[in-house]
T-cell receptor, first 115, second 111 residues
């Protein structure tokens, strides 16, 4: 069974469009994350939600809006797509830890290409 | 925030040799240091981790060392195999789930 799943796996779109990426986890975790991996493989955290509440927003442009309908799902909606948004987006999940780290499990990624 | 530096960016070794990847971090508040392996077309997967109150940890062919004073930590892979070829990331855990990654090391193991 897939622990963290993302759809779609590939997304090709034109500049200026709006698109969404969906993520689901079946691990029973209460915290979910979005990461962006650029063309040089640099992996950077974007957002984190704990029990549907936003707890991390790492200075991401307002065009990116995460939404968590329940603690098993975290979707990412991107408005007015730009060339620089082209990247691989990873969803991850874990049990919440304030000062204690709990392993983050990553999904397979969504490769977004903006033309 | 935390800044994690990772070296080298690429590493090629012969099968059976050892591989060492080194990382430094900037914030002494970081207390947990996981290492992730990312195979082509897949998401990162945890391979080993170390907490700040431990100096060394080993799991079969993989070991990690931590020097808190110098803010250095390293991954050691012995008896490398072709299936070890992947991108390896070090990371430092800050607060509230903030995981800061190094820029990755592309490890290639030649048969």
């Amino acid at each position: 069974d897939t622990a963290v799943s993302q759809t779609p796996k590939y997304l090709v779109t034109q500049m200026g469009n709006d698109k969404s990426i969906k993520c689901e986890q079946n691990l029973g975790h209460d915290t979910m994350y979005w990461y962006k991996q650029d063309s040089k493989k640099f992996l950077k955290i974007m957002f984190s939600y704990n029990n549907k509440e936003l707890i991390i927003n790492e200075t991401v442009p307002n065009r990116f809006s995460p939404k968590s309908p329940d603690k098993a799902h975290l979707n990412l909606h991107i408005n007015s797509l730009e060339l620089g948004d082209s990247a691989v987006y990873f969803c991850a999940s874990s049990q919440f830890g304030d000062t204690i780290y709990n392993e983050q499990f990553f999904g397979p990624g969504t490769r977004l290409t903006v033309l | 925030g935390e800044n994690v530096e990772q070296h080298p960016s690429t590493l090629s070794v012969q099968e059976g040799d050892s591989a060492v990847i080194k990382c430094t971090y900037s914030d002494s508040a970081s207390n947990y240091f996981p290492w992730y392996k990312q195979e082509l077309g897949k998401g990162p997967q945890l391979i080993i981790d170390i907490r700040s109150n431990v100096g060394e940890k080993k799991d079969q062919r993989i070991a990690v060392t931590l020097n808190k004073t110098a803010k250095h930590f390293s991954l050691h892979i012995t008896e490398t195999q072709p299936e070890d070829s992947a991108v390896y990331f070090c990371a430092a855990y800050y607060l509230l789930g903030r995981l800061y990654f190094g820029r990755g090391t592309q490890l290639t193991v030649w048969p």
